[in-house]
């Protein structure tokens, strides 16, 4: 399984950025694939995930309304909109298959004036 996380950055409060993840070495499209991150200090979360088909979503609270997750499975690639973006956002983010123990080398998002 490999997981290539990119499109972080820095970015000032209010501020847009698009992730991507392209993924390979299972069959992406059997999988429901969601996004996490992780800030320093803090243990990961949970932030977005969607269904192998991109028939259904859910998110954190703490991103709803503001970030969304999206799929190509033609090219087996899962996308992060996240828009609106605080403070508080700043962290590496990681996608994965819901199931497998596998992670990325993540992208960082640092949202800062």
């Given amino acids: 399984v490999q997981l290539v996380e990119s499109g972080g950055g820095l970015v000032q409060p209010g ?3 698009r992730l991507s993840c392209a993924a390979s070495g299972f ?6 694939m969601t996004w996490h ?4 200090g803090k243990e990961r979360e949970l932030v977005a995930r969607i ?3 991109g ?3 859910n998110y954190a609270d703490s991103v709803k309304g503001r970030f969304t997750i999206s799929r190509d499975n033609a090219k087996n690639t899962v996308y992060l909109q996240m828009n609106s973006l605080k403070a508080e ?3 590496v983010y990681y ?3 819901a199931g497998i123990r596998s992670w990325g080398q993540g992208t960082q998002v640092t949202v800062s004036s």
Avoid: M, W
């Avoid at 069959?27 to 429901?32: A, D, I, L, Q």
């Avoid at 991150?37 to 320093?40: D, F, H, T, V």
């Fill in 27 to 32: 069959t992406f499209s059997n999988y429901v």
């Fill in 95 to 97: 996608c994965n298959p």
């Fill in 15 to 17: 501020g847009s950025l």
């Fill in 89 to 91: 956002d700043t962290a």
């Fill in 51 to 53: 269904s192998s088909i």
């Fill in 37 to 40: 991150r992780q800030a320093p």
């Fill in 55 to 57: 028939g259904f979503t």
